[in-house]
């Protein structure tokens, strides 16, 4: 099992900046890869950003990139997300997952943030 917490969440204005941090614990050292998704209010949930745990390397969804950066350190369990130039749009729970080795898709899951972005 690993648990994981998210925190950073909040209200800002449109063009701002906030960063998303996710903590994990349990058992870490099976972890393959750490994502970042999203739900927003009537809307499915869609991944917005994940990262090789042990490789780094990262994926964006097509309108984040640029925007948003997404960062791990290993050592310390935890992954992030730097949020940049934000919009409405980008207004959300964001959620924090772990994907097992060996597993298809990420299993285990946090509570969520919130995130609002003012027009």
């Known amino acids: 099992q690993v648990q994981l917490v998210e925190s950073g969440g909040g209200l800002v204005q449109a063009g701002g900046s906030l960063r998303l941090v996710c903590e994990a614990s349990?058992?870490?050292?099976?972890?393959?890869?750490m994502g970042w998704f999203r739900q927003a209010p009537g809307k499915e949930r869609e991944f917005v950003a994940t990262?090789?745990?042990?490789?780094?390397?990262?994926g964006y969804e097509d309108s984040v990139k640029g925007r948003f950066t997404i960062g791990g350190d290993v050592a310390e369990n935890t992954v992030w997300l730097q949020m940049s130039a934000l919009k409405p749009e980008d207004t959300a729970v964001y959620y924090c997952?772990?994907?097992?080795?060996?597993?298809?898709?990420?299993?285990?899951w946090g509570q969520g943030t919130q995130v609002t972005v003012s027009s």
């Open positions: 997952a772990a994907q097992p080795a060996g597993a298809a898709t990420f299993k285990y």
């Open positions: 349990g058992r870490t050292f099976n972890i393959y890869n």
């Open positions: 990262i090789a745990w042990t490789a780094g390397s990262t």
